[in-house]
């Protein structure tokens, strides 16, 4: 399975980013999101399971959400009131399958 990101950027403190990450077929496992900023280990963001039980570290809950299209293969996160902290590269995960990251820089 090839996963593909998409949506990330430079945003100002405050704003808002969307997203995205397309898979070459349908998935029915969890879906994921991940970060990883600089210096840091790779950390999960948010999960969401085909039945859209959802699960996000404590450092975004509230202002991310993750939702599915599950006949697609894709997954999005959208994220409100960002911070320079959520500078990161953002990847998507499914099962074993990750996708190639997106930088999301936050300025301040």
């Known amino acids: 399975v090839q996963l593909q990101a998409f949506g990330g950027g430079l945003v100002q403190a405050g704003g808002s980013l969307r997203l995205s990450c397309a898979a070459s077929r349908s998935w029915l496992g969890v879906m994921g999101w991940y970060r990883q900023a600089p210096g840091k280990q790779r950390e999960l963001v948010a999960q969401?399971?085909?039945?859209?039980?959802?699960k996000y570290a404590d450092s975004v809950k509230g202002r991310a959400t993750i939702s599915r299209d599950s006949a697609k293969g894709t997954v999005y996160l959208r994220m409100n009131s960002l911070k320079p902290e959520d500078t990161a590269v953002y990847y998507c995960?499914?099962?074993?399958?990750w996708g190639q990251g997106t930088l999301v820089t936050v300025s301040s």
């Open positions: 969401i399971t085909v039945g859209g039980s959802t």
């Open positions: 995960n499914f099962g074993v399958f």
